[in-house]
């Protein structure tokens, strides 16, 4: 188990410099051109999404601004101009029907994208990583009871409930909502991977040590067990990250996700679908930030897992 | 194994059980008044009156649920006297807004949502699975590399963007496929094919995906085992060792996967029906909750956990014929 003592450095060769094992993880996605790759483009849209005011600003229309003058009304409110009306205005075309800024819209729709399924993400992952500890340290009847309540909500069709929950609950915080709701789904997925890493790191001799010192039980959980599960907890979180991004996109496609005059890719995508035979570069706009972003979020992840390997290298 | 059997059967009941309390909460106690919401947009006082009695609302809340399980398995009747609706055998629920028990609104869709199921899980399967193992056989060649890069766009492609495009690319542009409606199979075979390729396809391409990555590395894995190379050096045609020896062990991983994603599919074919306009339990779902038909809505949720627990069992019990391996108590 224990590394075995580098006694042969004897000499002239000067003893290599420890490195631990989220340096050499470092070291590997910095030479990955997919891990590379995957944080330029998340790094892009975090930053659009961050700079949105600026850069409508720049081009001079609010996400809700309306410009009747660039849609036809004789064609029912279809874009005036090729390409859904791009021009040097109008740098990705017009909202059908409303002659809204598509360009703007998609800068504000990444930050409610964006933030709603990291925060999700947060959530799933925080309970998940608790629960999952909390089952596999004490063992027993609490493992037996959280173990059972997670393979139910397992068992729940997740699509369908999120949209019976999101329709029944008062339309207070949609944004909020969604988050929970979400993150509720998302937790028993993580929780099982932190359950059985502790299962496996639980009786090993380091976490026994603690014990025989009388280090406290919650000490040992946060202090000794926590820092060994947070390469796969990351790895996860990254994958569901996309995952979480499809899922709100998806709910704001069936028109239950954010509400009207906030913008997000997937109700971006609702409305497209309405035009999108007249108009096919409105609907390819947001289904390409969606297609880049998710892309994205798998190839990190991904490059997580193979950097954190502790077997490095090859596949 | 038969014990095993019947403590699973004992499970998924259990499962179903508290979905089925879950649900009701939902549904029930949630809202500030189901009446109104079974009464629809133009509701009048006194009919909201009615169907507060007929649905036993002012009955307390634990009655209720039972009334509503012993409807499951018994049928029920709604109300008393001339009003009163016939709800048959498994009764679950009564939709007043199309004045129809759920389970009868649900079998006209499911013909729908299983065509389409269908023919995606056999495309994604086929697809996904050939696609994987010939990548696993040539693994870090050209073809491999390409395949995969190929499955990672293509599991990263909303499957709303896949059928928008699609639909312009083949159906507006091409006009090589008449764009989708549902004719049921017995009516028009070829017209039910024709009508179905593209949502097939959408459908197919975000799974086939993941099953390609799956079978790759599970293949890659069988591959190494010693007991391929024994195979091998006992001289066995590489053809034989891969079909014999290799698929058997490689692709049970992928065996569990599809029982679990079929029973789930019930929720994918809600966006794909939506997408393509298509009048499945999906698109059912969509429209009562737009309706607020709360009862439809239980009643699909309750089908689809349904589903998936069940398929759950299928895969765990499939498994132990499969892989010598597993063998249940």
């Known amino acids: 188990m224990s590394a075995p003592p580098l006694t042969e450095a004897a000499g002239s060769v000067p003893a290599p410099a420890g490195r631990s094992p989220w340096r050499l993880a470092g070291g590997r996605l910095r030479r990955d051109p997919a891990a590379l790759a995957g944080l330029a483009i998340i790094a892009l849209f975090v930053l659009m999404a961050l700079a949105a005011p600026l850069l409508t600003a720049l081009n001079g229309h609010g996400p809700n601004e309306f410009h009747p003058e660039k849609i036809d009304k004789a064609l029912a409110g279809a874009p005036k101009g090729a390409f859904g009306g791009i021009d040097g205005d109008f740098w990705l075309g017009v909202e059908p029907g409303s002659g809204r800024d598509v360009f703007s819209r998609m800068v504000y729709g990444a930050r409610v994208s964006l933030l709603i399924s990291v925060a999700a993400t947060v959530v799933s992952t925080a309970v998940g990583t608790v629960l999952g500890l909390v089952a596999g340290f004490a063992g027993g009847r609490v493992d037996a009871f959280i173990s059972r309540?997670?393979?139910?909500?397992?068992?729940?069709?997740?699509?369908?409930?999120?949209?019976?929950?999101?329709?029944?609950?008062?339309?207070?915080?949609?944004?909020?909502?969604?988050?929970?709701?979400?993150?509720?789904?998302?937790?028993?997925?993580?929780?099982?991977?932190?359950?059985?890493?502790?299962?496996?790191?639980?009786?090993?001799?380091?976490?026994?040590?603690?014990?025989?010192?009388?280090?406290?039980?919650?000490?040992?959980?946060?202090?000794?067990?926590?820092?060994?599960?947070?390469?796969?907890?990351?790895v996860f979180a990254t994958l569901t990250v996309p995952i979480n991004i499809g899922t709100e996109a998806a709910l704001s496609f069936l028109g239950i996700g954010v509400r009207p005059p906030d913008s997000s890719w997937g109700q971006m995508m609702a409305k497209a679908i309405d035009w999108y035979q007249v108009d096919p570069t409105f609907f390819v706009v947001p289904g390409v930030c969606l297609l880049l972003t998710v892309l994205a979020f798998t190839l990190l992840g991904d490059a997580f897992r193979d950097a954190l390997d502790p077997r490095g290298g090859g596949r | 194994m038969i014990r095993y059997i019947a403590l699973r059967l004992a499970g998924v009941a259990g499962v179903l059980l508290v979905i089925c309390a879950v649900t009701f909460v939902i549904f029930f106690v949630f809202p500030a008044d189901p009446a109104l919401q079974?009464?629809?947009?133009?509701?009048?006082?006194?009919?909201?009156?009615?169907?507060?009695?007929?649905?036993?609302?002012?009955?307390?809340?634990?009655?209720?649920?039972?009334?509503?399980?012993?409807?499951?398995?018994?049928?029920?009747?709604?109300?008393?006297?001339?009003?009163?609706?016939?709800?048959?055998?498994?009764?679950?629920?009564?939709?007043?807004?199309?004045?129809?028990?759920?389970?009868?609104?649900?079998?006209?869709?499911?013909?729908?949502?299983?065509?389409?199921?269908?023919?995606?899980?056999?495309?994604?399967?086929?697809?996904?699975?050939?696609?994987?193992?010939?990548?696993?056989?040539?693994?870090?060649?050209?073809?491999?590399?390409?395949?995969?890069?190929?499955?990672?766009?293509?599991?990263?492609?909303?499957?709303?963007?896949?059928?928008?495009?699609?639909?312009?690319?083949?159906?507006?542009?091409?006009?090589?496929?008449?764009?989708?409606?549902?004719?049921?199979?017995?009516?028009?075979?070829?017209?039910?094919?024709?009508?179905?390729?593209?949502?097939?396809?959408?459908?197919?391409?975000?799974?086939?995906?993941?099953?390609?990555?799956?079978?790759?590395?599970?293949?890659?894995?069988?591959?190494?085992?010693?007991?391929?190379?024994?195979?091998?050096?006992?001289?066995?045609?590489?053809?034989?060792?891969?079909?014999?020896?290799?698929?058997?062990?490689?692709?049970?991983?992928?065996?569990?996967?599809?029982?679990?994603?079929?029973?789930?599919?019930?929720?994918?074919?809600?966006?794909?029906?939506?997408?393509?306009?298509?009048?499945?339990?999906?698109?059912?779902?969509i429209d009562s909750i737009e309706k607020s038909d709360q009862p439809v809505v239980m009643g699909v949720a309750l089908l689809a956990a349904f589903f998936i627990t069940f398929a759950n069992l299928l895969v765990d019990l499939f498994y132990a014929v499969l892989d010598p391996q597993v063998r249940y108590q």
């Open chain 2, 38 to 285: 079974a009464c629809g947009k133009s509701c009048t006082s006194e009919r909201l009156a009615m169907l507060h009695h007929q649905m036993g609302l002012d009955r307390p809340i634990w009655q209720q649920f039972t009334d509503y399980l012993v409807g499951i398995f018994a049928g029920r009747t709604y109300g008393t006297g001339p009003l009163a609706v016939q709800c048959h055998f498994p009764c679950l629920g009564f939709s007043y807004q199309n004045n129809m028990p759920v389970w009868d609104l649900m079998m006209q869709r499911l013909p729908t949502t299983v065509s389409i199921g269908i023919g995606a899980a056999v495309l994604w399967l086929v697809g996904g699975v050939t696609v994987g193992v010939v990548s696993a056989l040539r693994k870090d060649s050209l073809l491999d590399r390409t395949m995969m890069v190929g499955t990672l766009t293509s599991a990263s492609l909303p499957i709303y963007f896949t059928a928008m495009a699609l639909t312009v690319l083949v159906v507006q542009i091409g006009g090589l496929l008449p764009y989708s409606s549902y004719v049921p199979i017995a009516e028009d075979p070829i017209g039910w094919v024709k009508n179905l390729i593209l949502p097939w396809v959408a459908l197919a391409l975000l799974y086939a995906a993941m099953y390609a990555r799956l079978s790759r590395a599970s293949m890659v894995e069988t591959m190494a085992e010693p007991y391929i190379r024994t195979a091998r050096a006992k001289g066995l045609p590489e053809r034989t060792v891969v079909t014999k020896h290799g698929l058997r062990a490689g692709l049970t991983p992928v065996l569990t996967v599809f029982g679990m994603d079929l029973g789930a599919l019930l929720g994918g074919a809600i966006i794909t029906e939506s997408v393509f306009g298509l009048p499945g339990l999906g698109r059912l779902t």
């Open chain 1, 149 to 234: 309540v997670m393979d139910l909500v397992l068992s729940f069709p997740h699509l369908i409930f999120m949209i019976a929950l999101v329709s029944v609950l008062p339309d207070a915080n949609r944004k909020l909502e969604l988050v929970f709701v979400m993150g509720f789904f998302g937790w028993p997925y993580i929780g099982r991977i932190v359950r059985g890493q502790t299962l496996s790191v639980r009786n090993r001799e380091f976490v026994e040590a603690a014990r025989a010192s009388g280090m406290l039980r919650m000490r040992i959980v946060f202090r000794e067990v926590l820092p060994n599960l947070l390469a796969p907890v990351l």
